[in-house]
Each structure stands twice: as C-alpha cells, then as structure tokens.
C-alpha cells in the first residue's frame, strides 16, 4: 500500500504553467523584459515539440500577466500569428491584468490594466475570461465589477505570505462580489511556487502529494480538485520547462 491508497476520496490534480513575473526582483528590468518574451518564444516551441501526445500532456502555458505577450510581440512579431492559433487552440492563455496590481490602484488604473488584453481578445478572436495576480496581498474591491463586467469571469491568484498573511482557509475556491454586484469565481491558491515544491520528478513525489491531499482532507477541504501552480524552475522569473510534460506523462501512467 502507497501513502496515495490512505485518501478518502478520488482526486484530479491540474497543474497550471506559469512563470511569476517579477519585475527587477532577480535581475535588472531590461533583462527581465528580454527573458519574458523569450519565455514565450519557448512555450512556443514546447507546443509544437508536444502536439502528439494525449491533450492531457501537451505542453500548455498561461501568460501570467499581459505585459510578457505586450514584450514578446514586440520581439518576436513573426511569431504574431503562430501565438494567437496557439491561444485559440487553448494551449495558451492571455490573462487580463496587464501587471500585478495592488489595493491603490484607481478605476481608471483599474479600467486600463485590462484594456490591453481585452484589445487583443477582439482583435484575434479570443476570449479573456481569467484574471490572475500573483505575489501581492491586497486589491481594489471594485475589481470584481471591473472584471466580471467586462466578460472575465475567473481570478486565480496566490499571494506571498513572507509579509503578511493571507485569508484563510487557503487553497480555497469562492465568489467574490463587488460592491455593485459583479462577481468572479476566486481561487485563493498555496502559492506560486507550491507545485515546485512537490518534485514531481524525484523520488518520494507519492508521500509528498499525498501530504498535501490528507492536509485537505482532514483540513475539510470540500473538492476533489485541486490546482497547483508550477514553474520551470523553483524561482521568479522561470523559463517555461518541457520536464512537466514529461513527469505528468509518468504520473498519469502510474495512476490510472
């Protein structure tokens, strides 16, 4: 018997790629603002380099913040096209804040933040439903209404507790409202880099997931699904890692 064969209850994991975009955190702006769209340019070529497997071990991407497509259209823009059939296809997501946002930003600040991306949802014939922030502690709360009245229905966001803590239960899933009655389905994720922490591709990756689902379970967690962030490293600013692919093929093969 594995630690995996002690739960109570069947489990979905889905891992979500990303890189936190932290800008100037780990090195000088102008050489996150290169490395950013350079993350898209692999995630690119991580899509094509995976178009063959089952679609539950395709290479996916989910561009944390819309300045990373602003900064990679600008670097690549013989790639325009090729990225937005990708984002079609669902193998890329554009999310709607521009930048990580903070609980000082204005309604117009607000307003401008997402105009970008809902541009390019209308211009390349996709849609903008996700909204994700990351790293920070605190937002306006007429975002909800901004979001949701703009066609955004979703908020995924995992903050950084080194400072302050968050709001508890976490990882918890909820309808925040804004004062005017828009609303967004919220997950109120581990953290960022909680996926990383798993080792999904070392020795030991059973006892550490099943940790973490009997902390749920015996936490009162009420789903049997559950998101964890990944990044192709253990740090801000990460490359896309096509290992992913390859560990949840493994996983999936020793858990059917």
Sequence with gaps: MTALNTLT??????????THVDIGYTEPQDIILRKHAE???????????????????????????????????????ERADEFFRRVREGRIEVTALYLQ?????TQ???????DYALALGREHGFAVVTAMNDDVNGWAWGLPDLLAA?????MDTAI??????GVRPRPALFR?????GGSVLFWHSHGYLSGNGLGL????ADERIAGLLRALEDGGYPHHVVELRMQGENHDNAPPGLWICDAVRRWNAAHP
Excluded: M, S
């Design 101 to 105: 946002l903070t609980d000082l930003f």
């Design 150 to 154: 703009r066609g955004v229905r979703f």
């Design 39 to 77: 993350f898209v340019a692999h995630a690119l070529d991580h899509c094509t380099a995976t178009d063959a497997l089952p679609p539950g071990e395709r290479f996916c991407w989910t561009c944390e913040v819309a300045w990373t497509v602003k900064a990679f259209l600008a670097r690549y823009p």
């Design 160 to 165: 950084n507790e080194t400072r302050a803590l």
């Design 201 to 204: 591709d070392q020795d030991g």
């Design 9 to 18: 209850r069947p489990w979905e994991i889905w891992l979500v790629h990303h």
């Design 176 to 180: 925040w409202t804004g004062p005017q």
């Design 108 to 114: 117009e600040l607000l307003e401008d933040t997402t």
